[in-house]
Each structure stands twice: as C-alpha cells, then as structure tokens.
C-alpha cells in the first residue's frame, strides 16, 4: 500500500488517473488531454499494475486531521506540493514534517512530488528547497526521501514516479 497525501487542490487525483494510464501502457505512449478530476471526499483505493499490483491509497487533502489512521497500512508515502502556490507552502511543510516525525512511517521511503511544473508561476526546486529548508529536513528524516518535480497535467516526470513506485514493490517485498 503507498499513501498518497497532500493539500486539498495539489494534483493527487489526477496523478493517480494518469500512473494508471501510463501503467496500462507499459511506461510508454503518450496519455493524452488529461481527465477530467473531482475533489476526493474521504479516501479513494486505486489499483496500478506495473509488473505485480501496486494499490495507492488516495486520502483527500480536507482528511489531514485522520491522515495517522491510515499509517498502519503504508509501506511507501507519496506527498504532493503545489509547486506553483506559495501561500500553501508553508502549510504543506507543517504536514510534511508531521509525517516525517510519525514513528509509524519510520521506515517507509517517501516520495515528495513537487507538481504544476507546467503552469507559469511555479517556484522550482531550488526556491522551494530553500524556502522550506529541504536539505535539513532530508538529513534529519529517518525515512529514505526522494524528490521529483512533475506535472501530472502534462505528464511530465511521471514515468519516474512509476519507477519509484515499482522500485518500491520491490523492495519491500
């Protein structure tokens, strides 16, 4: 099971919609407009097969407060920001550094997806990393943590997520 958390508005729905196209691809081929998406109300199970089944556990960004109830279950964490809304980065750092501190995700690796790379106004990576101050709370984690700027949007940088993901099936047997 990887959680996949973050924000009410970041992107989780549609990235989850577009790893299962590309899965249903095997990797490859181009996804096409992108589908059209809802708010998630309460928590959405996806099934993505990219060489054995790997469920995602989508938890809408309103459910924060009850996101520990759903810990147990996780063997790897996705956590999405909105690279192009800086009033919520703050916010998206206090429930990043909430997660990192939850002794129930000790050890599983943690995947932060820096999405919207596609839309004018998005910070990059470095303005992000130096705004939240990244590199210290990547050498204090306790978790194996990997960054990617992507645009679930446009597709960009999802094959690598995919390969994370599998990655992760992988590893944790």
């Avoid at 960004?61 to 809304?85: K, Q, V």
């Avoid at 999802?158 to 992988?170: F, K, N, P, Y």
Wanted: proline content about 5%; some cysteine.
């Amino acid at each position: 099971m990887c959680l996949l958390l973050g924000a009410a508005g970041v992107g989780k729905t549609l990235l989850v919609k577009r790893l299962q196209k590309l899965s249903s691809q095997g990797g490859q081929g181009d996804l096409g407009e992108p589908p059209p998406t809802r708010p998630t109300v309460g928590t959405d199970l996806t099934d993505i097969v990219a060489q054995r089944r790997i469920t995602i556990r989508e938890l809408g960004g309103c459910m924060s407060p009850i996101w520990s109830s759903y810990y147990g279950t996780c063997r790897s964490l996705m956590f999405m920001i909105d690279a192009s809304n800086p009033t919520q980065l703050s916010a998206s750092c206090m429930h990043l550094l909430g997660l990192l501190s939850a002794e129930q995700l000790s050890e599983v690796s943690v995947l932060i997806l820096f999405n919207k790379i596609d839309q004018p106004c998005y910070m990059s990576l470095e303005e992000i990393k130096s705004l939240i101050r990244l590199p210290d709370i990547i050498a204090c984690a306790k978790q194996n943590i990997t960054t990617v700027e992507i645009s679930a949007k446009k597709g960009t940088g999802l094959t690598g997520v995919l390969h994370w993901l599998q990655e992760q099936q992988r590893t944790s047997g």
